[in-house]
């Protein structure tokens, strides 16, 4: 017999990057009570990595949950990127509703659409939240009708249609019901969740049925699954079956040892769960995403979203520079080996496999921040390793056709820059599907692009719209291969002898492009110290000293010059190297070096290379 759980609502927030989900989640925890009157809050309590506390971005969902008026409501806050959108497929199977968030002057971005499809999708009811009303170029007006226009585009049903707004303030913590009048507190949006978000549902009497939608790791415990009780009761100590939709051969006994609900940012013991609840379940070693747990008598799989396919795949190669080992901590290729396979515990969306040589092993991801946020988190355990170029994964059809991963990107940028930047998209194989102007002088352009010709392009991007234009992309399957793309790579500056920099030498280097390196940088043979102007490789010296004499000109000693150098972040040396270069990472330094340091043997390769092509 279905009955609905009154006492509990479950909802998933949803916004494009940077939209101030998290911010909003953070007041709603505040005003419901779970901190103390006098406790020191962190900022964005619920954005717990430290990338993603710099970053200011999601990148795992996370689980809390609020008491207003005896209902439980238990949120989870997940990420917009796209990069991480396999992440917020899976968590919106555990919820009957969703606040989609959006900021009152940027309005409906590409994320806001992918994360809203997924929904609507769902057939999920949706609150919209129009955020940041307080700024002073809020638009709410037209915004509330690009939302609107949105869910017309993606097919919404007339009962989504017409769904609530609240205007809300998340940093100053109030909403309304009207974009006119000020809030004082979050208690609309509260009143709009319980009135609006649908109880979750199910049958109490019936065997149990829990689907595993997340992962969490823990050194201690190991792996905890997160769930909703989808039917029936769990409880500590019971005998569970564990199936999987898409695996019909899995048929696993288990027996739960420890189970927790959420309460505020904390995990609570409890002895048993009923339907409607988020639980967490520790003490299974083989527990997977997508995952049902279900009582021997009558086990059913419940049906979900396979895992969506990675897209670029990269090389993590242990570190054989003459600088190895001076830097990191872990070293070793059991090292790296041991811990690209913990990543897989949490990371759904990650594949790693071993290559032909136990040296390298090939970790393929949804794009190039999905993967640098992997490597930038290693580098900061203490790894160090070597990667090379983000190549991306081709697929073939049946007559034998290559397919390549194909994006959607949206470009928002100045008018004046448009020209320039169809221009760009256009070489590297994109094409322009609608151009339209937005307010303020900028120009929103929409491209279908293949991935391979957005690797590379992000800092490109900037420098090309003096740092005014915003890109997001989405992938959007794979189509035929598109041909060949000539990027335009101005060419590298290799350093042929190992050393410290030395402000002569590099004073006679700076002549030919960017250096990437001051005085007293390590160096090696072989190592990339900078950007030539030009599109040939060249070799330098840049620990060369000064010849002495003993004839002095006055003019001669004043100081040289340095122009200071072009330090690369993470993301610009990913992007920067190329097919025959590789990215050292340790705690300390990134650097750039050719595969082949030998400049003889990387002349003799380069020229088998040419006369095989």
Do not use: W
């Not at 505040?30 to 999601?58: C, H, L, W, Y």
């Not at 005998?239 to 040892?257: A, G, R, T, Y």
């Not at 003459?322 to 396979?341: C, M, N, W």
């Not at 972040?569 to 705690?587: C, G, Y």
């Amino acid at each position: 017999m279905m009955t609905k759980r009154e006492d509990i609502r479950n909802i998933a927030i949803i916004a494009h990057v940077d939209h101030g989900k998290t911010t909003l989640v953070d007041e709603l925890l505040k005003q419901s009570g779970v901190f103390r009157e006098n406790q020191e809050v962190a900022e964005r309590v619920m954005d717990s990595n430290d990338i993603e506390r710099e970053r200011g971005i999601t990148i795992l969902s996370k689980n809390t949950a609020v008491y207003y008026k005896d209902t439980k409501i238990n949120i989870i806050d997940t990420p917009g990127h796209a990069d991480f959108g396999g992440e917020v497929e899976r968590v919106l199977k555990m919820v009957n509703g969703v606040v989609l968030v959006v900021d009152a002057f940027e309005g409906a971005m590409p994320q806001t659409k992918f994360v809203l499809m997924k929904a609507l999708e769902l057939g999920l009811p949706v609150i919209v939240c129009i955020n940041k009303i307080d700024r002073p170029e809020a638009r709410p007006t037209e915004v509330i009708d690009e939302v609107l226009e949105l869910f017309l585009d993606l097919d919404a049903s007339d009962e989504q249609l017409d769904c609530p707004f609240v205007y809300a303030s998340a940093k100053e913590g109030v909403a309304s019901l009207d974009p006119e009048v000020k809030g004082t507190d979050m208690t609309p949006l509260f009143d709009t969740i319980l009135d609006y978000i649908p109880a979750p549902e199910g049958d109490p009497e019936a065997a149990t049925q829990v689907l595993i939608s997340t992962i969490d790791y823990n050194e201690y415990v190991g792996r905890i699954g997160v769930g909703k009780v989808d039917n029936g009761v769990i409880s500590v100590n019971q005998e569970v079956v564990l199936l999987n939709h898409h695996d019909p051969d899995k048929f696993q006994k288990v027996k739960i040892s420890k189970l927790y609900e959420f309460d505020g940012l904390n995990r609570v013991e409890v002895k048993e769960a009923h339907i409607g609840s988020i639980v967490a379940i520790s003490g299974i070693a083989d527990l997977h995403i997508g995952d049902t747990l279900c009582s021997p008598t009558d086990p059913v799989a419940i049906p979900f979203q396979k895992i969506s396919e990675p897209t670029i795949a990269m090389n993590f190669i242990v570190n054989d520079s003459p600088l190895a080992g001076q830097e990191g901590k872990y070293v070793t290729s059991r090292h790296i080996r041991d811990r690209l396979f913990r990543e897989l515990n949490t990371d759904v969306s990650l594949r790693v496999e071993e290559t032909d040589t136990t040296e390298a092993y090939k970790v393929s991801g949804r794009g190039e921040l999905h993967l640098s946020v992997l490597i930038e988190n290693m580098r900061r355990e203490g790894y160090e390793f070597a990667v090379s170029k983000a190549e991306v994964l081709y697929k073939q059809d049946e007559k034998g056709h290559r397919l390549e991963p194909m994006e959607k990107a949206y470009v928002d940028v100045p008018d004046e820059f448009s020209g320039s930047i169809i221009e760009k998209l256009s070489q590297r194989k994109g094409e322009l599907l609608g151009m339209g102007s937005i307010s303020g002088g900028y120009t929103r352009l929409e491209f279908s692009i293949p991935s391979r010709g957005l690797i590379g392009y992000r800092g490109e991007f900037l420098t090309d719209t003096k740092g005014n234009g915003i890109l997001n992309t989405i992938f959007d399957g794979y189509g035929p291969y598109k041909g060949d793309i000539q990027y335009r790579k101005q060419g590298s500056l290799i350093a042929f002898e190992a050393g410290e920099a030395i402000t002569y030498g590099l004073f006679n280097a700076q002549e030919r492009g960017t250096l990437f390196i001051g005085p007293g940088a390590k160096v090696y043979s072989g190592m990339i110290v900078g950007q030539n102007g030009k599109a040939e490789d060249i070799e330098l010296n840049v620990c060369k000293k000064k010849q002495l004499t003993n004839t002095r000109s006055s003019s001669a000693d004043e100081a040289l010059r340095l122009t200071p150098p072009k330090v690369l972040s993470l993301e610009q040396a990913l992007e920067f190297i190329d097919t025959d270069e590789l990215l050292e990472v340790t705690p300390k330094s990134l650097r750039i070096r050719k595969k082949i340091l030998d400049p003889t043997l990387r002349k003799r390769a380069a020229f088998s290379a040419k006369s095989k092509g």
